[in-house]
């Protein structure tokens, strides 16, 4: 899932259903063009996370209320310790149905797993919930198996974590997203909480969304390993538990009663 249809998927979580031109003026202020918002929300519909009960009208379904809380949980890993078990999930797509095997490795690579063999799924954090979820979405439930356990020796290393997750991928892109966001992110908050009461609230409300859909995106690509299999100089963590204090800052600036107080 792409980060723009996340956070319109949590926009419609916080709100109930919205009318598409609502969502067109919230974006048209961040250059997103109608064709856009309305591909995201056709993408969305198609893959089951909304409905549309009426015409332009849209709402997240319980599958979508699902999504957002398994991704939203993933950065809470970060600070928890961890056991040193593994979930396995081994999962068998025959190649006629590479579309939909694609469409599984993307959806669970996104909620934190690694690909250790072929067709075969690790990850050091308990997902058994989502697993369950991802299965029926896929329809793939007779040709799974879940395992919860330890590794014997050799265990993994570092260096094989790394590989298996794709930590220098995610890595590359933590390192563009905190450039945009020291460079050019920080100076606008920081022009607009200086301003206090006087700060438009659409304009918060806007850098609120940018700075949100960034680290949706982190959200999907960084799997939140434990720091036993992470690199020593990574800086994902600091980088994202920064950015989301931004974030808490500019929700707090957003006057209780504008229009946007209730999708914080």
């Not at 599958?63 to 310790?81: H, L, V």
């Not at 700075?211 to 800086?235: C, F, H, K, N, R």
């Amino acid at each position: 899932m792409l980060s723009i249809e996340k956070q319109i998927l949590f926009l419609l979580s916080r709100s109930g259903p919205m009318d598409t031109q609502e969502l067109l003026r919230i974006y048209e202020r961040r250059g997103y063009t109608a064709p856009t918002i309305r591909n995201a929300l056709s993408h969305l519909k198609k893959n089951g996370y909304a409905v549309s009960p009426a015409r332009s009208v849209y709402e997240i379904t319980e599958t979508g209320r699902t999504f957002i809380r398994t991704i939203n949980r993933k950065p809470q890993f970060y600070d928890r310790a961890w056991d040193g078990s593994w979930h396995l999930v081994m999962v068998e797509i025959p190649e006629a149905e590479r579309r939909r095997r694609d469409a599984f490795r993307a959806d669970i690579r996104q909620t934190g797993f690694g690909l250790l063999y072929h067709s075969v799924y690790i990850a050091p954090w308990d997902y058994s919930e989502e697993v369950q979820d991802l299965l029926g979405k896929h329809g793939i439930g007779d040709k799974a198996r879940q395992f919860h356990g330890s590794m014997q020796e050799p265990r993994l290393s570092a260096a094989e974590a790394a590989e298996i997750w794709e930590l220098a991928a995610a890595g590359r892109e933590y390192e563009k997203m905190w450039a945009w966001y020291t460079s050019i992110c920080l100076p606008a908050a920081g022009n607009l909480l200086a301003q206090g009461e006087a700060a438009d609230p659409l304009d918060l409300f806007t850098l609120y969304l940018e700075l949100g859909e960034v680290i949706s995106g982190l959200y999907l690509v960084d799997p939140m390993l434990p720091p036993e299999l992470l690199p020593a100089d990574w800086q994902g963590r600091h980088q994202l538990r920064t950015m989301q204090e931004g974030l808490r800052q500019l929700a707090e600036a957003i006057p209780a009663d504008s229009p946007y107080a209730r999708f914080l």
